[in-house]
Structures are given as C-alpha cells and as structure tokens.
C-alpha cells in the first residue's frame, strides 16, 4: 500500500534562515507527490507536485521540493523563511496508478518561523 | 468559481443525533472525496466518488455515508453520532485528469 511518512511533528526555524520539511514514501511504481500547506482555521492549499521529469520542483510563495527516488524522499524547502510561513504542512502521495485514485496524506508537520 | 463550499462552518450535536454535512463544487469535477483531521492523524480518507452515482469507500468509513446524485453535490451523512466522530472534515473534488486536489474551507463538528 501507498504510504507517506513526516517524522518531525514540529520544525522550528528562525526567520530569514532556510527551512526543510521532510517526508518519506512508500509506492509501487512512479510516484506522483504532493505537499499541501494549512493555514490555521484554514483548507488545504496545494503548494506543489512532482509527476515526472526534474527532480527539483519549485511551487508556491517560494517553496521547492526535491525528489530524491534513490531515498524515497521529497523533502520541501525554502532558502529564507518568513514568519507568515508559519503553518501546517502535508506531504500525499497519489494512491492509485498514474492519476488515479485519492490523496494519501502524511501525518503534518507544524513549521514555526520566529522573527 | 465558488470552488469547493461546505456547509456548516461549524456543529454541536449531542451522541445519536444525525446530521448531514454538505459539500458543493461548481467546477464540473468528476472526482469528490472527503477527509477527516484529527490531531497527530493527519488527513484520511472516509469516501469517495469518481462521478455522479458512484461512491466508495476510503480509509475510515464506518458511521458515514454518502451519495452522489449529482456532479455538484457530495453530501456526508453521519447516521448516530458518536464523541469519536469529533473533527475536522474536510470535501475535497478534482477534474479525473488532473493531479491537484481543491479543498473546502472545512466543517468542525464536535460530538457531546
């Protein structure tokens, strides 16, 4: 079964330096990943995707992620965090063949940005 | 585009009661689901449907229902509500090509 993983429940960062969020998959076959952010009192907003192709994705208010498929991993990034940064972050892979199928989600990961 | 609208915004029931959370999208998606948050579980999936007439099941679906007689429409049907169904729900719908999903601004439902 399709599975993702986020082992840090918090990640705090000073404004200004860079931040990483990490996840790890678990797929048969290619995988088609996700990372959505959650404002508080908020929906999900979808950030970015890897489908295919180069493994650097860059996506939304400046995030990037890295597809590493050696590590099973697509750990997102920024190079200088921001206070309104500051939210919950989920990492999903698509269950399913291809575009098929529904959203898996990790378990989040609360990034803190202080000034 | 209203996108992906639920309602309500917020529910207090008492254990037994029934209630029926709605979801509505204008954006003529094929695909509809809904998801419950709970603290520490992240996202899961509780039913789904990939057009009109047709829904199944997702991760969590026991004290739900659902039906789908439209493409607009997805509502969520709890039958008797138990204080475990306290959270968060949350209708998301895509295009059955595309890879993203959009999300509702999400119902908080607490169960006494």
């Known amino acids: 079964a399709q599975s993702v993983a986020q082992p840090e429940d918090q990640v705090n960062v000073a404004e200004g330096n860079p931040l990483t969020v990490k996840c790890t998959y678990s797929?048969?076959?290619?995988?088609?990943l996700f990372w959505y952010v959650q404002y508080p009192n908020r929906g999900l907003q979808f950030l970015l995707k890897?489908?295919?192709?180069?493994?650097l994705v860059k996506g939304s208010y400046g995030f990037e992620a890295e597809f590493n498929k050696s590590q099973t991993s697509f750990h997102l990034k920024k190079p200088s965090a921001l206070v309104s940064d500051s939210a919950l972050y989920f990492c999903a892979v698509r269950d399913g063949g291809g575009s098929q199928g529904n959203l898996i989600f990790g378990k989040g990961t609360k990034l803190s940005v202080k000034p | 585009n209203a996108g992906v609208t639920q309602t309500p915004k917020f529910q207090v029931l008492k254990t037994g009661q029934s209630m029926t959370l709605q979801c509505a999208q204008d954006m003529n998606h094929e695909y509809m689901s809904w998801y419950r948050q709970d603290p520490g579980m992240g996202l899961r999936l509780i039913h789904y449907s990939v057009g009109a007439g047709i829904t199944d099941q997702g991760e969590v679906p026991n004290g739900y229902n659902v039906s789908r007689s439209t493409t607009e429409d997805f509502p969520l049907r709890l039958l008797s509500a138990a204080p475990s169904q306290t959270s968060v729900y949350f209708c998301?719908?895509?295009?059955?090509?595309?890879?993203?999903?959009?999300f509702g601004p999400g119902t908080r439902l607490l169960v006494l």
């Open positions: 890897y489908i295919t192709g180069d493994n």
């Open positions: 797929v048969s076959g290619n995988p088609y």
């Open positions: 998301a719908s895509r295009d059955g090509g595309a890879l993203s999903q959009y």
